[in-house]
T-cell receptor, first 113, second 111 residues
């Protein structure tokens, strides 16, 4: 069975640019969450989408946005990139039920120069 | 707000040594608790979970017990291997939609 997939694997952008990261959840999972993991720290919650609706948002600026498509895949968009946005961006999928574990993808490594 | 605190790393052990990685949490109610492992250059893999007080999660020789009275979920393994070298994250579920992670504990096992 295919796990969570993310693309691209690596990305280098310049300050002020825009970036789109993509995630495909495990088949049958309707929930996708996005996390930012800065080097040496634990993942920080950015968004969760369930059935194409935003269910939760973390403490991130409005430059961060996301959406979920009818096939439950998701995009994370970041505008006006800052150096501090350099991180590993993780996508996780789950059934969306309380207590259901989240399955993480391999992540997209974003470097902002 | 809810939070997770893990012991500082790195933890360096010899092969076959006993492992304990401490995790305590602050939360309203009784959230589900998780341990994830991250190998170099990879994403997070679920190691084990517990959904209510006194539950014991276990997997691949690792165990952790949900202790309500001490608000703890310490990770243990009786005999570590070099292949266990990784970063370990403790996490709790807040509501139905987000996890709060600790800062991670790096484990290095020497042959």
């Amino acid at each position: 069975d295919a796990g969570v997939t993310q693309s691209p694997t690596h990305l280098i952008k310049t300050r002020g640019q825009h970036v789109t990261l993509r995630c495909s959840p495990i088949s049958g999972h309707k929930s996708v969450s996005w996390y930012q993991q800065v080097l040496g720290q634990g993942p920080q919650f950015i968004f969760q989408y369930y059935e194409k609706e935003e269910r939760g948002r973390g403490n991130f600026p409005d430059r961060f946005s996301a959406r979920q498509f009818p096939n439950y895949s998701s995009e994370l968009n970041v505008n006006a990139l800052l150096l501090g946005d350099s991180a590993l961006y993780l996508c996780a999928s789950s059934t969306g039920a309380q207590g259901a574990e989240q399955y993480f993808g391999p992540g997209t490594r974003l470097t902002v120069t | 707000g809810n939070s997770v605190t893990q012991m500082e790393g790195p933890v360096t052990l010899s092969e076959e040594a006993f492992l304990t990685i401490n995790c305590t949490y602050t939360a309203t109610g009784y959230p589900s608790l998780f341990w994830y492992v991250q190998y170099p250059g990879e994403g997070l893999q679920l190691l084990l979970k517990a959904t209510k007080a006194d539950d014991k999660g276990s997997n691949k020789g690792f165990e952790a017990t949900y202790r309500k009275e001490t608000t703890s979920f310490h990770l243990e393994k009786g005999s570590v291997q070099v292949s266990d070298s990784a970063v370990y994250f403790c996490a709790l579920e807040e509501g139905t939609y987000k996890y709060i992670f600790g800062t991670g504990t790096r484990l290095k096992v020497l042959a």
